[in-house]
């Protein structure tokens, strides 16, 4: 039987919680060539918001936490196989051959052709929650040496302590949409590229080309062999092919399971501090155990040698 039990409220664990939210930074960038495109993004975030409920299963529900992008910066790149119009013989003679052949016009002769920016700072937010275990933790600083006792450990300020944290067991993420975006900035892309290259022509010789060419988003679909929804498709490309949602994902799973404990209690735990020439009063801390329902989180501990 335990001879210590402490209990915080769900107001104190929220209030701790919004602690560990707050102190939650996260940076990640990473590329990829991918056979006709590249892509690449780079992005640093932070956590606002949501809420903290217990639960009688003895789990920690933190949902609907914000994940603000602070940056959120994502680019592709399509290197289009070469299209060539024009070229055309309109007066053909007997013997002479061709004599009068319409220009020829080559567009998408780069590496890559096209490359899209899109800067999402600040404007998307993404949500995420978890479904966590109050577990306990015997952390022995890696800086003590075996030959320490608990008052060199003090001194050199490197006690042992217990932690509190709380383990996820499902970490949920609701994706951002940036469809509209993505479709808008594709479209607008490829027709400033070939309205570029095409600047020295008149009105209708551009009207020509594009009835040749036919609706931009698709051709470079049906060049890249692209599926229906090209804006969802990159999206799944920056988030999943590149693993930015996995990221994210994983590294809060971290934090709360590993970086940054809800609580810690020193061992052994200063009841008295020195004065007087004497040394600190410390009661050793033994068999912490953690569990949580609606109302409370509940901490019980044996307590001396």
């Known amino acids: 039987m ?160 217990w932690q509190i944290l709380i383990d996820p067991m499902t970490v949920d993420l609701d994706l951002f949409d940036i469809s509209d975006i993505v479709g808008d900035l594709l479209e607008n892309a490829v027709k400033s590229v070939i309205d570029n290259l095409l600047w020295f022509l008149p009105g209708w010789a551009k009207d020509l080309i594009w009835a040749i060419l036919g609706p931009v988003i698709d051709l470079i679909r049906a060049i890249l062999d692209l599926p229906d ?8 490309l920056i988030g999943r092919s590149l693993g930015l949602f996995n990221t994210i994902t994983t590294v809060v799973a971290d934090y709360f399971a590993n970086k940054c404990p809800l609580y810690e209690l020193e061992d052994p735990y200063p009841i008295m501090p020195a004065s007087s020439g004497l040394i600190p009063v410390k009661i050793p801390v033994k068999d912490l155990s953690v569990r949580v329902n609606t109302r409370e989180m509940i901490i019980e501990s044996n307590l001396g040698v």
């Not at 299963?57 to 119009?85: S, Y």
């Not at 929804?229 to 799944?236: G, L, P, R, V």
Request: hydrophobic share 40%.
């Open 2 to 161: 335990s001879n210590l039990t402490v209990a915080a409220s769900e107001e104190a664990i929220q209030e701790l919680c919004a602690v560990l939210r707050d102190n939650f930074t996260f940076s990640s960038s990473n590329s990829a060539n991918l056979g006709p495109f590249s892509a690449s993004y780079a992005a640093a975030a932070h956590l606002e918001g949501g809420t903290v409920d217990l639960r009688d299963d003895n789990t920690v529900r933190l949902k609907e936490l914000d994940i603000k992008w602070d940056t959120l910066q994502a680019g592709v790149g399509f290197d289009i196989p070469e299209i060539c119009v024009g070229g055309w013989c309109i007066l053909w003679l007997p013997v002479v051959g061709c004599v009068i052949r319409l220009p020829k016009i080559c567009i998408f002769s780069a590496n890559p052709d096209i490359g899209i920016g899109i800067n999402l700072s600040g404007i998307v937010t993404t949500e995420i929650s978890v479904t966590a275990s109050p577990v306990t933790r015997y952390r022995v600083d890696p800086a003590r040496t075996s030959g320490m006792t608990y008052m060199d450990a003090e001194d050199a300020n490197i006690p042992n302590k």
């Open 229 to 236: 929804d090209i804006a969802e498709w990159f999206s799944d």
